[in-house]
């Protein structure tokens, strides 16, 4: 995590001086062409951050190998510690896509491997840097992919202490240490619940009523519900683990919105990172019930259905229930 002014980083799409590497003291020049998000924020007491819409980096965890880190080059800003890829994000782009991004472009780390965890803000005011922690979902190996770093290397969570670590990283490694085992929460949506559940004429275009519902998931912020029992709670006391470092963390949501019969195929009008839309070849309950054996062992799963059958069947799986008006309600319109 890098809370602190740096040299600003290079990567696929923003051309580096070929004659500077890893190695070298003097840093690469900027691109003429380059991301707006790609320049300096000043704090009022003359502190430069990089990153205009903020910046944000990731932390994987193999249970195996350890956790995934970056040996910093040479002239990047604390060069020759240890940190986790990352950088600047982009206008309107969220910290899980950006990191996973900036992961990319650095490590080589394949978006499509990870299970994104928790998210851990260090907020400056003006400018704000997230931690994306995820767990590997299959092994890969990571690779420097351009002269921000000298190597990647898995490392054992403890002998992590033991290395150089970059100073915003090592401030924040007793928070993260901390979320490493922590599981997400994966809400499984009935579409044809939820669709049931108002009568608004939806059985003439069944279609076009899911995408209406997937486009109110795509904007919803599940932070207004993860509330009053329900079963992302973490195992430690996070607020007090935060605070004690000016950091906060927050368990990452997940939702999948099961779509069958006439709505297959139906889809939100703009992506979310949040947002898998599944489409059931045939019924939507064995689906759900499916998904539901498919992750309960590494996430807590909610289930949104006011099916009586269906609960039952989710229980046995190992998830829990909420009825559709838990959701509703707080679906934007």
Avoid: K
């Amino acid at each position: 995590m890098n809370t602190d002014p740096q040299v600003p980083p290079t990567g696929p799409g923003r051309p580096f001086d070929d004659a500077v590497t890893s190695r070298s003291t003097r840093a690469p020049r900027l691109p003429r062409l380059r991301d707006p998000g790609d320049a300096w924020v000043e704090g009022p007491d003359g502190t430069r951050y990089w990153g205009r819409f903020g910046a944000a980096g990731l932390l994987v965890i193999d249970p195996e190998r350890g956790v995934l880190l970056q040996h910093r080059a040479s002239w990047s800003h604390h060069g020759d510690t240890w940190g986790v890829p990352g950088g600047a994000l982009h206008e309107g782009e969220a910290p899980v896509v950006g990191a996973c991004r900036e992961a990319a472009e650095e490590a080589g780390v394949p978006a499509e491997a990870l299970v994104p965890l928790v998210s851990v803000v260090a907020d400056r005011g003006v400018w704000h840097y997230t931690t994306i922690v995820a767990a590997a979902r299959e092994a890969f190996e990571a690779r420097a992919m351009d002269a921000e770093s000298h190597e990647l290397r898995w490392v054992p969570v403890a002998q992590v202490e033991h290395l150089p670590l970059h100073p915003g990283f090592g401030s924040a490694w007793p928070v993260l240490v901390e979320t490493l085992g922590w599981r997400p929460v994966h809400v499984v949506v009935d579409v044809a619940n939820l669709m049931g559940s108002v009568p608004d004429g939806w059985w003439r275009d069944r279609r076009g009523s899911a995408a209406r519902w997937l486009d109110r998931l795509a904007r919803w912020d599940p932070r207004s519900v993860q509330h009053e029992g329900t079963p992302q709670d973490p195992p430690v006391d996070h607020p007090a683990v935060s605070g004690d470092h000016g950091l906060a963390v927050e368990v990452l949501t997940h939702v999948t919105a099961v779509v069958e019969g006439a709505a297959r195929g139906a889809r939100a009008s703009a992506a979310a990172p949040h947002l898998t839309v599944v489409d059931a070849r045939e019924s939507g309950d064995d689906a759900i019930v499916t998904i539901v054996r498919r992750l309960e062992s590494s996430a807590s799963v909610i289930v949104v259905t006011a099916d009586r059958e269906l609960r039952e069947r989710v229980a046995e799986a190992g998830g829990d229930v909420r009825g559709v008006t838990w959701l509703r309600d707080s679906l934007p319109e």
